[in-house]
């Protein structure tokens, strides 16, 4: 259904009547930017060309911040200090490679800053991906202390490849430390 609308032309000083189809042209502001454009000699293929370059040129540059973040991998070792330098802790996967989808266990070794192992610890364990906001898809907590400072860490399961992080609270004789490992699956 066409009607007349009244709509500005930035060319001329006054007003005209324009038929415009409402489902099919473009807003009076979509217009306006075209009358622009055109009093400055563009076409309206130079002006989708511009828009469409500037597009590009926005998100080749997005690609390439986000590939510099990853490119950028976190540190992966499996033997870490805790944040505040208590406690030397040591991840080891009963399963390798770290399974996808499938339940497995860790043994976590942990000990002072000194090297002595540490025994009745109580341990937490959280994580999740830093990238895509969630947590880990279980709930693992350790089961059993394996003596000489080792824990059996159960219910570990990841659902997806990337960047995740684990991060266990320790809690040993009065003193209260975290650290937190990074897997690159």
Known sequence: MIDKTRVTDIRETGTRDVPRDETLCPSPIALQTA????????????????ASSAFFILALIGLLFVTDLRAADPDTATNRTSDNGHFVVVIESRVEPIPLNSLHAWVVSLNTADGTP???????????????????????RITEALGDGKYLLEGVKFQMPGHWTVT?????????DSVTFNLML
């Open 118 to 140: 540490v025994d009745d610890a109580a341990i937490d364990v959280d994580g999740g991906m830093p990238m895509h906001n969630h947590g880990l898809p279980t709930a693992p």
């Open 168 to 176: 266990f609270g320790i809690d040993a004789d009065g003193t209260t």
């Open 35 to 50: 009358a622009i454009d055109r009093r400055h000699g563009k076409s309206a293929q130079e002006s989708l060309f511009q």
